[in-house]
């Protein structure tokens, strides 16, 4: 007696191989047709929505930019070690304040 490895125990399903269409009541030689599937009408689609290219090109531009300003950094090292870096401490003041204000609106 010869065993089929093409037939699956009733009530059992083997999962299609992945391609563009199903390949739904495909019977192949020396099969029967397993009970319990039908055809199916419509082929399955994705759709991505506009957001997710827009995520991506977004993702890709923040790759592309430095994470520390090495142009800014430079330039007030030497401003501080030339002595001529004189931070208006009103403007300081005033930033801080403001920063620890939405910390606390934001808890």
């Known amino acids: 007696m ?6 699956q125990p009733l009530g059992e399903s083997q999962p299609d191989r992945v391609s563009g269409k199903r390949n739904a009541g495909v019977t192949s030689k020396g099969s029967s047709q397993t009970t319990g599937l039908q055809p199916a009408s419509e082929e399955d689609t994705v759709s991505l929505s506009s957001t ?5 090109q977004l993702t890709t531009a923040l790759q592309s930019v ?10 007030l090292q030497q401003q501080i070690q030339s ?3 004189n931070p208006d401490n009103g403007k300081l003041a005033d ?3 403001s920063e620890q204000a939405s910390l606390k609106s934001k808890a």
Not at 52 to 56: E, F, K, P, S
Not at 67 to 75: G, I, S
């Open 2 to 7: 010869k065993i089929d490895p093409n037939l």
């Open 83 to 85: 002595g001529q870096y």
């Open 95 to 97: 930033a801080l304040l």
């Open 66 to 75: 430095p994470e520390v300003r090495t142009d800014k950094v430079n330039a």
């Open 52 to 56: 997710h290219g827009d995520v991506q």
